[in-house]
């Protein structure tokens, strides 16, 4: 009776282990019981601070748990975004993990990257 116990046991502690294998990608944080927000579920393993969204023009910061927007020429810092981003699915929205930036500086990256975009666009199309 004890073999077939722990032979239970030890089945069913093999099915939760493949179980939670297979339930998609594990994020491990700095910050034990905050989880990343619902929209941002990596798909395979990669280094990301940041994730930008080009549809709002704001920024995610995955390390620090906030968002950076541009307001009349200054950079706020925020838990929450304002009401004037309600109602958007960020799930759905396009976004784009920023891999090759992980400073403090998000806005000098922000005007790098934007100068370096319309000299490619510009390019495209002359």
Do not use: Q
């Not at 032979?7 to 339930?23: D, Q, R, W, Y």
């Not at 280094?47 to 023009?57: A, G, N």
Request: charged share 20%.
């Amino acid at each position: 009776m004890m073999k077939k116990f722990n032979f239970l046991i030890l089945a069913f502690l093999s099915v939760l282990f493949l179980t939670l294998e297979s339930c998609g990608p594990v994020v491990f944080s700095s910050r034990l019981g905050t989880p990343p927000p619902p929209w941002f579920y990596p798909n395979r393993v990669e280094t990301v601070r940041y994730v930008y969204f080009p549809d709002y023009e704001f920024y995610y910061d995955l390390s620090l748990r906030n968002y950076i927007y541009l307001n009349n020429g200054a950079w706020i810092t925020v838990n929450v975004l304002p009401n004037r981003f309600n109602g958007h699915d960020l799930k759905r929205s396009r976004k784009i993990r920023i891999n090759d930036y992980y400073g403090d500086n998000i806005k000098r990256y922000h005007n790098e990257t934007t100068v370096k975009r319309k000299n490619l666009n510009s390019k495209r199309y002359h």
